[in-house]
T-cell receptor, first 114, second 116 residues
Framework: DGGITQSPKYLFRKEGQNVTLSCEQN?????MYWYRQDPGQGLRLIYY???????QKGDIAEGYSVSREKKESFPLTVTSAQKNPTAFYLC?????????????FGDGTRLSIL | GENVEQHPSTLSVQEGDSAVIKCTYS??????FPWYKQELGKRPQLIID?????GEKKDQRIAVTLNKTAKHFSLHITETQPEDSAVYFC???????????????FGRGTQLTVWP
């Protein structure tokens, strides 16, 4: 959807480095989500947030951190503690919580290790 | 938490045939079931969804059925076309234990290939 912008499209991380993936939405959605996608594994939830200044861990939060200082922004930091960060990262948003309606996805960021 | 199983993992059909993908879920409180289509290297896109108070929903060549008693739901694609080739994901919405926040649990995906 044109309303969710992820950047950069490709990102390379060096050993011991933290990197931040950007996710911005102009859909006025309350809820935002970060997923990691590996081949053959579907989408795994990293973190999600239903309101500003509040977020919850998903299934694979270790080695990642997020912030939700503004309604439209939900950046994800991949820390050096995440030993296998190579994956396709997808950000999504929904008008309210996930039980009320569909999630809309951004185009993703592909992260690789140098 | 919720557990969503999806079968088959790969499916090949001839153009014009029908394709069926099945999912089961474990949490009887799940109440929203979307299906997403993802083409190679692209974002997942919602193709159809169904709520727990409805047994079937149809949109042109695509339909979804839900059996709450058996806790399974299925995607049906009729008159398949080569452009239907993609990975399809089912999902179920549930809340984590002790939380009121809803989230989606995804199946592992089905690679559908439609041969001309």
């Amino acid at each position: 959807d044109g309303g969710i912008t992820q950047s950069p499209k490709y990102l390379f991380r060096k050993e011991g480095q933290n990197v931040t993936l950007s996710c911005e939405q102009n859909l006025n959605h309350d809820a935002m989500y970060w997923y990691r996608q590996d081949p053959g594994q579907g989408l795994r939830l990293i973190y999600y947030s239903q309101i500003v200044n509040d977020f919850q861990k998903g299934d694979i939060a270790e080695g990642y951190s997020v912030s939700r200082e503004k309604k439209e922004s939900f950046p994800l930091t991949v820390t050096s503690a995440q030993k296998n960060p190579t994956a396709f990262y997808l950000c999504a948003s929904s008008l309210q919580g996930a039980q009320w309606g569909p999630q809309h996805f951004g185009d993703g960021t592909r992260l690789s290790i140098l | 938490g919720e557990n969503v199983e999806q079968h088959p993992s790969t499916l090949s059909v001839q153009e014009g045939d029908s394709a069926v993908i099945k999912c089961t879920y474990s949490d009887s409180a799940s109440n929203y079931f979307p299906w997403y289509k993802q083409e190679l290297g692209k974002r997942p896109q919602l193709i159809i969804d169904i709520r727990s108070n409805v047994g079937e929903k149809k949109d042109q060549r695509i339909a979804v059925t839900l059996n709450k008693t058996a806790k399974h739901f299925s995607l049906h694609i009729t008159e398949t076309q080569p452009e239907d080739s993609a990975v399809y994901f089912c999902a179920a919405s549930s809340a984590d234990r002790g939380s009121t926040l809803g989230r989606l649990y995804f199946g592992r995906g089905t690679q559908l290939t439609v041969w001309p």
